[in-house]
């Protein structure tokens, strides 16, 4: 079993939706990264969480320490999402990532 | 550009060339990571530094592999006698204890061993 767990694998939607990815960990952790890859392999940190909520623009990211999960929510989202979203958390001095969250977001 | 660089971007060889790849963080960043992609699956942790003293190193991770940072700013990533399994996307992120702890990565060394 992974030490960090994404859910769904793949994700659709259509322009405009409500969208959710969530990410479930086994170990204790320091904080709990959101992380934005798009074709080509750039990564783009989004979040930095370690209790609560944190929201920037469209995203949207809690963390619930007691329950290890965390969830990203985009809302209204745009075509211009589409992209793997990959939830890592800090573990000692480093991170441990999900295999991620491909999302692709249709006009 | 989030300020972390990496040389070269792409890089095909033979099996059993040594290749090398270099990152250079964020100048005011005293830990440095190496992480491994491969197709579909999430990055995988290699090794870091804080300053230039190698902290930990994956036991997954062949005598193959050497990292260095010798004077705590720029490091680079040896791969000894490649093998087609190292084919792969080498990521290289660095980050500011101090402060705010974000990571910042750079694009990323492509590695295709034919």
């Known amino acids: 079993k992974n030490e960090v767990e994404q859910s769904p694998q793949n994700l659709t939607a259509q322009e405009g939706e409500f969208i959710t990815i969530n990410c479930s960990y086994s170990v204790g952790i320091s904080a709990l990264h959101w992380l934005q890859q798009h074709p080509g392999g750039g990564i783009v940190s989004l979040f930095m969480?370690?209790?609560g909520k944190k929201k920037h623009g469209r995203l949207i990211a809690t963390i619930n320490i007691q329950e290890k999960h965390s969830s990203l929510h985009i809302t209204a989202s745009h075509p211009r999402d589409s992209a793997v979203y990959i939830c890592?958390?800090?573990?000692?001095?480093?991170?441990?990532f999900g295999t991620g969250t491909r999302l692709q977001v249709f006009p | 550009d989030t300020g972390v660089s990496q040389n070269p971007r792409h890089k095909i060889t033979k099996r059993g060339q040594n290749v090398t790849f270099r990152c250079d963080p964020i100048s005011e960043h005293n830990r440095l990571y190496w992480y491994r992609q491969t197709l579909g699956q999430g990055p995988e942790f290699l090794t870091y530094?804080?300053?230039?003293?190698?902290?930990?190193k994956s036991r997954l991770l062949s005598d193959r592999f050497s990292a260095e940072r010798p004077k705590g700013s720029f490091s680079t990533l040896e791969i000894q006698r490649t093998e087609q399994g190292d084919s792969a996307m080498y990521l290289c992120a660095s980050r500011d204890r101090v402060n705010t702890g974000e990571l910042f990565f750079g694009e990323g060394s492509r590695l295709t061993v034919l």
């Open positions: 530094f804080q300053n230039e003293a190698q902290l930990e």
């Open positions: 890592a958390v800090r573990y000692t001095d480093k991170l441990i």
């Open positions: 969480l370690s209790s």
